[in-house]
């Protein structure tokens, strides 16, 4: 590793696949944390077969008229992203950013026919998240550092409620810049506070060391952090491996070692899918705690030696090992339990893959190298040539992506049969009631909710972004209602 390249994302909704990128930020810094270039600051434009979810603009204050008038497409934002993270030894960093930022920045990637996962292991690079870092800090060595409660009394991890406490200077939180110079001032803190911590996690966050700690061999037990296991446990938890996940090689499951694990070895196969998978208003049965949960080596876990736990830490945390290894001697005398929490995780045969070729980043396999070689090539065409590309793809997604690729980005060198068939696209993704996306009704009822609750007390500043999205969307729906298609 040569840099960080610390970034933050502002989007337009809180689903990465669905919802689009506005803001986007990154500061390059040596392995010493301090800046060594300058920031990167871009807005994407909101094409016109997308709209903003209400709630997102308020909490960034960022509007389609904002990033329309100050941004560029799609293509162009993430190819600028793209090649910062490309650069040889860099090691993408942000807060919370393994669930969602490397998210948007996977289905960017895919929708703009970039390999979505190279820039996170090619060239010596690699990822981070500071999260659980920070929540293994708090968990176990917390000296040195203030750690703000919520309303319940437990540690919260909001960055801006963290760099609050600790008078780290993070006075626009959800601007993307502001969030990413808070983030290095976070990362050096936590490094001079504990950097025994520190160093271990950054050390230890590659999936072949964990993997190393999680193996079926020894089967011991681990010290493994995730929110998951809630802030009253201080995200915490003593758990051993039981087995690899049956459809994905980068998942462990773990089971949860302060849990008695008589249901797990009881229940059948269907009843422990039920507990672990069917809503608590559905269920068929009493509800009953069967703690598996799984780990994925390649989203940089924090797992830890169970020797890390001092004594005093053990008393604080409420965590007994002697109960632990006790459970772990039950867990390894059931015969046949690695095939039966296989079984428990099997994808079951009715199970439906989504059909909208943007969401199926995950479910529609790898590229061939033959489209591969096509998807680049298509990258450094001219916009009037990318329609010798259609049908020239062995994957069936590709051609509807590049087809909305045009049609968002390009839409002036689309011919008139063409132009139908992205009309009647936008139609369906902003008219229909079953629509994948955010419709103009469900908008338009989100405003009107926004507007009229009291649980959100409106400032003039807010009541004015939901202003402009109303003349957006009208804008839109006007657009949509007097095509001449």
Known sequence: MRSFYFFDYETFGTDPAMDWPAQFA???????????????????????????HPEACLVTGLTPQKVNEQGVTEPEFISQIHREFMMPG?????????????EVTRHSLYRNFYDPYAREYKNGNSRWDLIDLTRLTEALRPEGIC????????????????????????????????DVRATIAWARLLREKQPKVYYFVLKNRGKHQVASLLNFTEQAMVVHVSGMYGAARHNIAVV?????????????????????PESLLSLSVERIREQLFTPTEEKKTESVSIPLKNVHINKCPVVAPVN??????????????????????QLLASRDLYKKVQAVFSRPEDWKKHDDPELMLYSGGFFSPQDRITMNQLISSAP??????????????LDELLFRYRGRHYSQFLDKQEEIRWHQHK?????????????????????????????????????????????????????LNGSNV
């Open 240 to 260: 051993m491996p039981l087995a690899s996940h049956p459809d994905n090689k980068n998942a462990i499951i773990v089971y949860d070692l302060s849990v008695d």
């Open 427 to 479: 139609v369906r993704c902003l008219l229909s009631s079953d629509s994948y996306q955010l419709s103009i009704a469900a908008c338009r009822r989100s405003i009107a909710e926004l507007n009229n609750s009291a649980h959100f007390d409106l400032q003039n500043k807010e009541k004015e972004v939901l202003d402009e999205i109303t003349t957006y969307i009208d804008n839109v729906e006007q657009s």
């Open 147 to 178: 750690w703000p409660v919520n309303e319940e009394g437990h540690p919260t991890f909001r960055l801006e409620k963290l760099t609050s406490a600790n008078g780290i200077d993070h006075e626009e939180a959800h601007d993307a810049v502001s």
């Open 308 to 329: 890390v736990l001092r004594d005093r830490d053990q008393k604080r945390l409420k965590i007994d090992l002697s109960v632990c290894a006790r459970h772990r001697e």
């Open 384 to 397: 009037e040539q990318l329609k010798s590309f259609q049908g020239k793809f062995h994957d069936d997604r």
């Open 90 to 102: 860099t090691c993408a960093t942000g807060y919370n950013s393994i669930r969602f930022d490397d």
């Open 26 to 52: 990154g500061i390059r810094t040596d392995e010493h944390l301090n800046e060594i270039a300058e920031p990167l600051n871009i807005y994407c434009r909101l094409p016109d077969d997308h709209l903003p």
